[in-house]
């Protein structure tokens, strides 16, 4: 079997992995690329997916970054069916119109600064209408209900823990005679997180992919995460500031709500602080976990036994239209704001976060994976002023960093999670996680379990054969192209030496000309000196 690397290589975002098979071509995931400007210029490659060539998607999970290309492939001749859990047809169906919405209004906004300078329309990388034509494609399969999408080829979901509906994704592959079985973890849960059961436990793999996020921290333990919870709401009640809360519309929020139920039980969220919902998607997700009680853990289905709701309490209100939500920063004295995107990369929360950062007193309260290179990255990583909407906010708020929440296992998490495997010549491939992350997890399993680890590129192409060792093809130079850098270097000089020439002519100039260019020339000297003295 052949698997190619189209995302979460090295890299956190952009799941897909695609894999060919006796005639057969297939994928698990179809995740959208994010972060950094050069990772997301990813999302535009889509004709090295081949998707009309794709006879299939696998879904492991309803999130952005394993799922939200589905609609560009459906764009770009994909006719195939989306196998996944009924859960998580429902979140996608309002996800993928989510998701398609801000991709129209960023290129709204882009169009208008292109037309500005004379340029031309920009277009989004899909549409509502693209991303309504995934939804005929779902055939929904239950956690252990195996199926066969090929004779030869056996599938089974398996709770992954991670958020509703989310699946740890088995395959049973027959080749030659030979049946090899190839497990997907998707994202793995935490056990004991709110809401959703624990990872299923897998007993055999002959390779597993297995995801990394957290593959170099652990994360503190709930009961600190929800006093710390305690302890922002305190801070700001005490001094009549909001406790802002950016958080993914999707299992996050749902937990965030939970956890403030729980310290309203507790006594600990106090009756005058209201609670905004302020994310029509997350209200959205909400209605969607209370129609599927059979997929949540034992403490909530005993709160939903006694008639009790954890995702509602008397203070919680709901934000639904923009003018419901300007409306929150109006308002004086303490409030706890939910809000998304999770990373402030986009959404109602960067208003949130214009209105409050500055103000001391004020919290915020990051509760999910920042990263590199986002503005909630840049907040937790101790930015002095951010930037938003061209505006450059000075931070002052209290900063709060509550990993516990995490819908990820940490570290020791993942480690035990593998310990249920009872096999050790199964091969280990890393995704979904930043390298530096993999090389420490790589470490431990090759000591600790004695499994053979491989940390593939973006790209890169895989073939796995039962027995043998792993073969790899890389592909560095579409994966990150290579910097010229000699050509750059050359230019610059040439450049110098034609401005030497023009001596004469720089000094006949206009005196405040002469002073004008001197102070570009400074500028430009500057950075190079930044330059020099960096590398
Ligand atoms: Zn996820
Ligand atoms: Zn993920």
Redesign the pocket.
């Known amino acids: 079997m052949k698997v190619k690397f189209m995302g979460?290589a090295r890299t956190?975002?952009g799941?897909c992995f695609i894999l060919e098979t006796q005639g057969h071509r297939f994928a698990v995931d179809c995740?959208m690329h994010q972060g950094m400007g050069e990772i997301e210029n990813r999302n535009w490659d889509s004709d090295i997916y081949e998707p009309e060539r794709i006879d299939f998607f696998l879904i492991t999970?309803a999130?952005i970054?394993?799922s939200g290309l589905l609609p560009l492939m459906v764009k770009r001749g994909f006719r195939g069916k989306v196998y996944t859990t009924p859960p998580t047809r429902d979140l996608l169906e309002i996800m993928l119109l989510d998701s398609a919405h801000i991709q129209e209004t960023e290129a709204q906004w882009k169009s208008k600064k292109r037309l500005r300078r004379g340029g031309n329309r920009a277009q989004p990388l899909y549409t509502q209408e693209d991303a309504r034509a995934v939804f005929p494609l779902f055939v929904l399969k239950k956690y252990n209900q195996p199926f066969e999408p090929f004779a030869g080829l056996r599938v089974n979901f398996q709770d992954a823990g991670h958020i509703l509906g989310a699946s740890v994704i088995e395959l049973w592959l027959k080749e030659e005679g030979t049946e090899s079985k190839i497990v997907f973890s998707?994202?793995i849960g935490r056990p004991a997180q709110l809401l959703v059961k624990d990872p299923s436990e897998i007993r055999r793999a002959d390779a597993l992919f297995l995801?990394s996020?957290y593959g170099d921290r652990n994360h503190k333990d709930e009961t600190q995460s929800l006093n710390e919870l305690a302890e922002a709401i305190a801070f700001s009640h005490a001094r009549r500031e909001k406790v802002i809360i950016p958080s993914f519309a999707v299992e996050r929020a749902q937990e965030v709500i939970y956890s403030l139920y729980l310290l309203s039980q507790d006594g600990r969220l106090p009756g005058d602080m209201p609670v905004y919902l302020d994310s029509p998607l997350a209200i959205q997700a909400t209605e969607i976990f209370r129609r599927y009680p059979e997929y949540m853990d034992e403490p909530t289905r005993k709160i939903l036994r006694k008639g009790e709701d954890p995702l509602s309490m008397p203070q919680l209100q709901y934000s639904q239209t923009a003018r419901e939500s300007m409306a929150i920063n109006e308002l004086e004295g303490p409030a706890v704001v939910i809000s998304a995107s999770g990373m402030a990369e986009s959404g109602r929360i960067r208003h949130h976060l214009r209105h409050n950062l500055w103000r001391e007193g004020a919290s915020v309260v990051f509760v999910g994976f920042q990263a590199l290179g986002t503005t909630g990255r840049k907040i937790v990583d101790g930015a002095k002023t951010v930037r938003f909407f061209n505006e450059e906010i000075v931070v002052r708020a209290k900063i709060y960093t509550i990993n516990g929440f995490s819908a990820?296992a940490g570290q020791s998490q993942i480690l035990d999670w593998l310990g249920h495997f009872q096999n050790r010549d199964m091969k280990i491939i890393l995704i979904?996680g930043e390298y530096k992350a993999q090389q420490v997890l790589a470490e431990l399993i090759r000591k600790r379990l004695g499994c053979e680890v491989t940390i593939p590129d973006y790209l890169e192409e895989m073939t796995l054969e039962l027995g043998k060792e792993v073969r790899r093809v890389e592909f560095p130079e579409k994966a990150a192209p290579r910097i010229d850098w000699a050509f750059l270097l050359q230019d610059l000089e040439e450049k110098m030496s034609q401005l030497r020439g023009r001596k004469a002519r720089l000094e006949s100039r206009e005196w405040t000309e002469q002073v004008e260019i001197r102070d570009r020339i400074l500028d430009v000297n500057r950075d190079l000196a930044e330059i020099v003295a960096e590398t």
């Open positions: 979460a956190v975002t799941s995740g999970h999130h970054d394993h998707g994202d995801e996020t990820h979904h």
